[in-house]
T-cell receptor, first 113, second 114 residues
């Protein structure tokens, strides 16, 4: 069945460092792909999404490109801030009429000043 | 803005109690979901509902049931709480696929069963 694999954390970076969080997927057809972020003590918020191959989603300085040839959707940011410390989840939309999502296990990012 | 609210942020219950977790959304969404979140396991789908009184099992439905009597409200029920149900519970809603694909999440309920 469909699945999402993302790099294990925690990822610890200094402020202004470059961030990459890897995400690969297994799916039939052409799923939509998402990155969600969970700040401490909160629910998940949509960070960015891409609905077809070669689409680039972007928000708040974060970017991810839907690469069908490598079945990947890696999250990147050029210069992280302490306020980016959170758990990041990669997800794909399961086909069907209900918008069901399949999530990766999450990657904890800790940014130090 | 879409708002999804959950009845409690923190809840402590005893083993064997019947527990109700409530979720309300204000955007007239057809689809609603209950997940549990555990370290190292990510989010796992317990149940979802695609219309009033309609429900389907997710990946881990055992020990849980749900109720959706009104479109805006989706309840998760732990029939007889056990310690292995200690977890963070997240509710989400989404419109039909033709409108948008993302889910909107509530703040979560951290349930401890002692």
């Amino acid at each position: 069945g469909d699945s999402v694999t993302q790099m294990e954390g925690p990822v610890t970076l200094s402020e202004e460092a470059f961030l990459t969080i890897n995400c690969t997927y297994t799916a039939t057809g052409y799923p939509s792909l998402f990155w969600y972020v969970q700040y401490p003590g909160e629910g998940l918020q949509l960070l960015l999404k891409a609905t077809k191959a070669d689409d680039k989603g972007s928000n708040k300085g974060f970017e991810a490109t839907y690469r069908k040839e490598t079945t990947s959707f890696h999250l990147e940011k050029g210069s992280v801030q302490v306020s980016d410390s959170a758990v990041y989840f990669c997800a794909l939309r399961h086909g069907g009429a209900t918008n069901k999502l399949i999530f990766g296990t999450g990657t904890l990012l800790a940014v130090q000043p | 803005d879409v708002k999804v609210t959950q009845s409690s942020r923190y809840l402590v219950k005893r083993t064997g109690e019947k527990v109700f977790l409530e979720c309300v959304q204000d955007m007239d969404h057809e689809n609603m979901f209950w997940y549990r979140q555990d370290p190292g396991l990510g989010l796992r789908l317990i149940y979802f509902s695609y219309d009033v009184k309609m429900k389907e099992k997710g990946d881990i439905p055992e020990g849980y049931s749900v109720s959706r009597e009104k479109k805006e409200r989706f309840s998760l029920i732990l029939e007889s709480a056990s310690t292995n149900q200690t977890s963070m519970y997240l509710c989400a809603s989404s419109p039909p696929p033709g409108q948008a694909y993302e889910q909107y999440f509530g703040p979560g309920t951290r349930l401890t069963v002692t």
